[in-house]
């Protein structure tokens, strides 16, 4: 246990067997890769996130560590967290035994030109290396079979009737689509609904979606001085506005037929 204590780990102890090596291994002699695949081992039976740190050597590189949270992203892991070894002045664990860890003394403070010239520099590095990092691609979730939701009618100027439905999932919103009358134009209308739908399902804030198709005009639908909605992908903002507001609730009233009761034998 001495000679374990002292360098750490059983690498470099003989008198270990080998298939003992392989299995008690420490957090820094297994691979980032690993790390991640381990936790996403567990993050595929669980709902929550699983918190476990992906411990990375001192050597490690900006690619390095994009390499690890595009990967936890492909295993669906929902939460990442890494270390870089010696990324702190003072950390649990050390990949260098307490001998080494005596014999190597930092010294602090005695380059200070060095210093400044990296802290200065070092805005500049950051940019070059976000500038690397690539994008994710959105990708919409999928629509489920079932879906509840609610339909609201309009009525706007030179189209007649417009009937827009608003449909949700577990997630909130998934979908909005309008059936429009004989005189509407339903290639639109179905191209902007199938666009905000996509949108939705993709993750884009429902708020700034309904913000883009709002208050969007239509000649046909302001020349009627009667009608309130300005265009068809204005009517889907408003609905959208409805069905958030709570106002596609309704209050049923609940009546009860008649019932038999108990008759007093004395009063009748």
């Not at 664990?93 to 080494?100: A, D, H, I, P, S």
């Not at 802290?119 to 994008?135: A, I």
């Not at 913000?211 to 009627?224: E, F, L, S, W, Y």
């Amino acid at each position: 246990m001495e000679k374990i204590a002292e360098s750490g780990n059983l690498k470099d102890i003989d008198k270990v067997p080998s298939g003992y090596k392989r299995i008690f291994v420490t957090a820094h002699e297994i691979s980032p890769k690993w790390h991640v695949r381990t936790q996403a081992a567990f993050q595929k039976f669980v709902d929550n996130a699983v918190s476990k740190t992906v411990n990375f050597p001192s050597s490690a590189t900006v690619q390095d560590v994009e390499n690890a949270y595009m990967l936890a992203y492909r295993l669906d892991c929902k939460g990442i967290t890494i270390f870089r070894d010696k990324s702190r002045g003072i950390q649990v664990l050390q990949v260098e035994g307490k001998k080494k860890a005596k014999e190597k003394k930092v010294k602090v403070g005695t380059d200070r030109k060095e210093t400044k010239k990296r802290v200065k520099s070092y805005p500049e590095e950051k940019s070059k290396e976000e500038g690397k990092v690539k994008e994710a691609k959105l990708k919409p979730r999928s629509r489920p079979e079932v879906t509840r939701g609610m339909t609201k009618k309009y009525k706007i100027g030179g189209c007649g009737k417009l009937y827009v439905t608003v449909n949700s999932d577990e997630n909130g919103i998934c979908e909005v689509f309008i059936n429009t009358g004989e005189e509407g134009c339903t290639a639109l209308t179905e191209a902007v609904g199938r666009l905000i739908s996509i949108a939705i399902r993709s993750g884009i804030d429902i708020e700034s979606v309904k913000k883009q198709v709002k208050g969007i005009r239509c000649i046909t639908c302001i020349a009627d001085a009667e009608t309130h909605i300005l265009s068809c992908p204005d009517a889907m903002g408003k609905a959208i506005d409805f069905y958030l507001n709570g106002s596609n609730k309704f209050d049923l009233d609940i009546t009860s037929g008649p019932r038999s009761i108990m008759i007093c034998p004395e009063d009748g």
